[in-house]
């Protein structure tokens, strides 16, 4: 271990080989039938084969060495293609363009025919992935667990500007990646009873399914190490109602098979509000069962007491959303292994760490205790002894404040009390946890509560999407950077040199000119790679503040055309996000962007000034063709709400300059790269506290603020709806009275801050260095880094390599 496996052992006609013998043995193709869906599967299954040497290298490795295992335990991987991330991990991705040519194949073409994995809905889905990546390249022993959906997030289309969502089908061709594991199989339950048998209370679940693992190699940087994200797939426990299929009743016999795989048919779309939905719970507890019965399976098959359980697994709970696992654990240790309540509740909090990713209210998981005992009712029982625990072991502890209140199990607290360290995700948010959010838990435990900022992998977010900037990099400051991105810092003292900017400089046109191309063969228009690249991408939410974006956007092309001879700077604003499709004022955003895109985009007075762009089914794929042509990075968040961000980051390495307000890790991004790197604008946490106290602060800022009276008068009047003037009425009207989000009252300073950035555009040198400082500094934010912290301060592991 420690060598490079791959780039020794594998020759171009070794590989070449090995494609053909899969085209011919694995899909019992002919070269000339192959269609290039056959000539991906080709290509990955001989990829895969590289994976597997490390992967049995490391599983072995951990085993001899006996070593603690991290177990991930997340409802969402938001993971992408896995082509390409693997071929650049193993440090094949030229030979594998090279042999495809040989074929007559394009290597692009192959790349993009892959479907995503979208088994996510956003930052905390896509942060689970960067961290499977991170943890195979620092070779930390882990496992990621998830849920095999079926379907993963939504597609995503416009009809009339109008969001419509279809199903996802990323499994109707062969998945290539994954290895079936019939063999390790947990029977999970649910509802039913409780029963004494011997003198002991017994769980006699209602309702069984069975959860079958399918295992995904994750290999880290350079082949090193890799690690294993196991997927559960639902089936039912009894296969087919023979008796009934017999007397004709075909669908009836078919009845349990259906309901057990509703379990993983379907990952939930709505990440803003929380709703209690059984088959929700019953998801939740479906992975985390499984996961920790296999857990225990590992641990027994190496270690007879369980009362060492701490010293050999860290739990990661990945928000509240598998925060069953402190009472399932509890369940565990107590029902099948004999541990008193006493023993087994600190031994689990021992190996339990949550991460919380939001403060906002209305996503905070709490289960209505009728559900709740319902579907689980012996987890129902534990629960309440884990509070009766917590309030024995801490009699301070205010009587307003326990895991069931109100006849609601709440989460938050469930999992808090649970777990030995609970974290935030950005300095900011970490502090408004213990201010905010778990005030009196805070001061019970002291000390619980800690950071661990975000960060991306520069793998895939610099390496394999940006390879013009990468090359430059390399030939700049040597190679090595890919998993060492604090020697970013070593291209500080080239922003002097004149030369080096102009490569910067045609890196980022490069891919400006790709994404041109992209958005005229996507959207049908056309924009010019001189024009300034503005982008704005993730869930449309109404505290991301999109409608900020595109009321100023509005002020913007009123401007031009008051003045349609001005000295302006072209841009393009490209928007992508999806919203949760019940969520009925994010739509409406979306309707006004795309209904302001087609009247702007009409305008022949302003056409060849101003862009906007909105493609449709915004994911992983997307990102990686949108962020390394950006220019700008819009994080314009209401201050206190975005508990980290991680597209920032993504921006922020690829040498795009942010426009943000003091939100969640944009602290971060503006302490490394310096005010004068950074557009900043807008009220800080606590001036949005106090601003909020005004009944009448939306109307005040909007009388005071003639652009945004302007922008409102015309959505008003039907410019941008002429086929429905009164269509926005409604959002106007929140505008004025109900802003929650206060875009009213950081409108002016947005657009005075994007009125800096054309000043600072204009003058190609300033922005050159800005753009190249932005990277340059960005070493604090790969995911490398946290994960090292996180190993260090939650999990107490240490790196195999
Ligand atoms: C809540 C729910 C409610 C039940 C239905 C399904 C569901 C799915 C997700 C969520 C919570 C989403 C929280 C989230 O994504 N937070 C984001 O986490 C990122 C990674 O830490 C962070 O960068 C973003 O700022 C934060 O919004």
Redesign the pocket.
């Known amino acids: 271990m420690g060598k490079v496996l791959n780039d020794l052992s594998v020759t171009p006609n070794l590989l070449k080989a090995e494609v053909l013998r899969h085209l011919t043995f694995t899909l019992g193709k002919d070269t000339p039938n192959a269609s290039l869906y056959d000539w991906r599967m080709a290509l990955s299954f001989a990829i895969r084969d590289r994976i597997v040497e490390p992967w049995f290298a490391s599983t072995r490795r951990t085993w001899a060495e006996d070593r603690k295992r991290v177990y991930y335990l997340s409802?969402?991987f938001l993971i992408g293609r896995l082509l390409e991330d693997a071929c650049v991990n193993l440090g094949l991705r030229e030979m594998a363009e090279e042999v495809m040519a040989e074929f007559g194949q394009d290597f692009r073409a192959i790349i993009e025919d892959e479907p995503d994995a979208a088994l996510g809905?956003?930052?905390?889905?896509?942060?689970a992935a960067c961290f499977m990546e991170s943890m195979a390249t620092l070779g930390c022993p882990a496992y990621g667990y998830g849920i095999r959906y079926e379907h993963g997030l939504f597609r995503q289309r416009f009809e009339g500007g109008q969001q419509v969502e279809t199903p996802e089908d990323w499994l109707l061709m062969r998945h290539p990646w994954e290895f079936e594991r019939p063999e390790s199989q947990y029977t999970i339950g649910f509802k039913g009873e409780m029963a004494t048998r011997d003198g002991r209370e017994v769980w006699v679940p209602g309702e069984t399914v069975l959860a079958t693992a399918h295992d995904t190699p994750v290999v880290g940087w350079q082949g090193k190490w890799a690690n294993t994200l196991r997927l559960w797939g639902a089936k039912p426990t009894t296969l087919f109602d023979l008796e009934r299929f017999n007397r004709g009743d075909f669908a009836a016999a078919a009845e349990p098979e259906a309901l057990a795989r509703t379990l993983s048919r379907v990952?939930?779309?709505?990440?803003?509000?929380?709703?209690g939905?059984e088959l929700?719970l019953k998801q939740e507890f479906f992975l985390t069962s499984a996961a920790l019965q296999d857990i225990l399976r590992r641990f027994k098959a190496a270690h007879s007491d369980v009362r060492k359980l701490p010293n050999h697994v860290a739990i990661q709970m990945n928000?509240t959303?598998p925060a069953i696992a402190g009472p399932e654990l509890i369940r565990l240790l107590m029902d099948d292994h004999g541990v008193p309540f006493e023993e087994a509740a600190p031994i689990a909090r021992e190996c339990l760490g949550y991460?919380n990713?939001?403060l906002?209210p209305e996503?905070?998981?709490r289960w209505a205790t009728f559900t709740f005992g319902n579907v689980l009712p012996r987890h129902m029982q534990i629960v309440e002894r884990i509070d009766a625990w917590h309030k024995d072991e801490n009699y301070h502890r205010p009587h307003y404040i326990g895991i069931v209140k109100h006849h609601e199990v709440r989460m938050g607290e469930l999992a808090f009390i649970m777990a030995h360290k609970v974290n935030g995700?950005?300095a900011l948010?970490s502090e408004l946890v213990k201010k905010n959010l778990f005030p009196e838990l805070n001061k019970l435990h002291p000390g619980r509560i800690i950071n661990q900022t975000?960060g991306v992998t520069p793998r895939r977010w610099l390496k394999m999407c940006n390879r013009p900037l990468s090359s430059l990099i390399t030939e700049t400051i040597g190679p090595g950077w890919e998993d060492d991105l604090d020697r970013l810092t070593a291209l500080e003292p080239h922003i002097s040199e004149k030369g080096f900017r102009a490569l910067f400089d045609s890196a980022k046109r490069t891919n400006k000119i790709a994404l041109s191309h992209w958005i005229k063969d996507h959207c049908g228009l056309t924009v010019s790679p001189d024009a300034l690249f503005d982008v704005q991408v993730k869930?449309i939410?109404e505290y991301k503040r999109q409608l900020l974006n595109i009321l100023e956007t509005i002020a913007h092309w009123h401007q031009i055309k008051a003045a349609p001879k001005g000295n302006w700077v072209p841009r393009v604003k490209i928007f992508g996000g999806k919203s949760a499709p019940g969520y009925f004022v994010a739509k409406e955003i979306i309707h006004l962007i795309n209904d302001v895109a087609r009247v702007v985009n009409a305008d022949p007075e302003t056409r060849h000034l101003l862009t906007v762009v909105y493609p449709a089914n915004y994911n992983v794929s997307m990102a990686e063709h949108l962020i390394p042509a950006a220019d700008l990075s819009e994080q314009i968040?209401t201050a206190g709400?975005?508990?980290?961000?991680?597209?920032?980051m993504k921006f922020m390495m690829n040498g795009a300059p942010t426009i943000g307000t003091l939100d969640?890790?944009n602290v971060e991004i503006l302490e490394q790269v310096g005010a004068e790197n950074f557009f900043l604008f807008g009220l800080t946490a606590e001036e949005v506290m106090r601003r909020r106290e005004d009944p009448e602060h939306s109307r005040k800022a909007i009388e005071a603020s003639q652009p945004l009276q302007d922008v409102l008068q015309m959505i008003a009047e039907g410019r941008f709806s002429p086929d429905q003037p009164d269509r926005y009425h409604g959002l106007v009207h929140r505008v004025w009275h109900h802003d929650y989000f206060l875009v009213a009252s950081d409108f002016d300073a947005y657009h005075a801050a994007q009125a800096q950035v054309d000043i600072a555009f204009a003058d190609r040198d300033r922005w050159l260095r800005m753009a190249a400082m932005n990277t340059a500094r960005s070493g604090f934010f790969s995911s490398d880094r946290t994960i090292r912290s996180y190993m260090k301060d939650i999990w107490s592991v240490t790196s195999a390599l």
Do not use: C, F, I, W
């Not at 990952?267 to 929380?274: A, H, V, W």
């Open positions: 409802m969402e809905n956003g930052g905390l889905g896509r942060l990952l939930y779309p709505d990440d803003t509000t929380y709703q939905k929700r928000d959303h991460t990713h939001t906002l996503a905070l998981e995700v950005s948010h975000n869930r939410h968040s709400k975005e508990a980290s961000g991680t597209g920032n969640g890790a």
